[in-house]
């Protein structure tokens, strides 16, 4: 991982929205069975510069979590910390920025298809912080001088989906099976993956030498080597705790978006029901725990459709590229923004991925 200069290449978000938490400055966990008191202290969440922050791809402040580190390797962990962060946020000051948007702080599992979690989005243990980002300690600290500087945070908080935990056992043998079967001349070749099989408006469905049997157990993996094992807490851990569907194949019909796994094998969470909904607040109750509400500035969900202009790019990219690039999504930003004040555009959205410099490039009005 590169060393942090004025060269370095942020990750530079404007515009986007939250719900958000307790006083600037204040970073205490509530006592133990109280509800944390949450306000917001922005006037409009567009006026606010949000660098969002790819945390393992940030800075390495504390080389005692660069477990499974391998540097150079992008599809692993590249060692970027909170304390990283902690130790430049002069930097980001400097930049303007008024709020820090991180990745997601949750224990997560290790790693899935030879990728490893470096994101932040697979999540296992919604009561655990990362312990390749940190300690809840050090994320109070991150927070604690992000609020002496008059910045706020932002944490990412995934509500659609864990990661993969579990699959679908569609033929009844106790283990997870990928098959494939037809001939291409005179069937199709179809693929089944039980770790992600196709939507059923039904349920996933099991099958036996007789024909369909129902809907499939859902079966969760234990493997503690890759941390691949039973959410917590609660309902997440268990298969009431999830729609069962199968994968979104049309994202046009809205049961399959509303119910639907995310295509990977990313099992769509019941959010619907008052358990998983209690789960998800009881780590900012418990005085153990996370206490989401009291340790940030501001929060934000996913999935919600809110004003938002960000860019992503590699940290290998040429400074001409990533001033060019900052240029061209701010004036696309501007464009954008008129446009939807005008009401000549409800909702406009690219994406792309992939290209030379630029990793990720998104904007979405509405």
Known sequence: MKSMKTTALPALLLAAAAAAAPEVGCVQVPVDGQQPQLATHVQDWRDEVIYQVLVDRYANGNVNNDYKVQAGALARYQGGDWRGMREHLDYAQALGVTTLWISPVVKNVETDADVDAYHGYWAQDLTETNPHFGDLAELRALVAA???????????????????????????????????????????????????????PRGVQSSTSLGEAGRAPMLFIQDPSINRVPPKPGILGTAAGYHGFGRILNYDVEKQRLLGDFPGGLKDVATELPEKVNSILWIRRHKDTLAFGNITGAMVFQGTLLPAIGILLTPWAPQKEVLAGVIITLLAAAWLRIMAQRGQLRVWHLAINGSLYVTYLAIALG
């Open 146 to 200: 992000a609020h002496e500087r008059g910045m706020k945070i932002v944490l990412d908080i995934v509500t659609n989906h864990m990661g993969q935990v579990f699959f679908y056992d569609i033929n009844l043998n106790g283990k997870a099976d990928i098959y494939i079967g037809g001939t291409g001349s005179t069937s199709p070749v179809t693929r089944v993956s039980e770790y992600d099989p196709d939507y059923d």
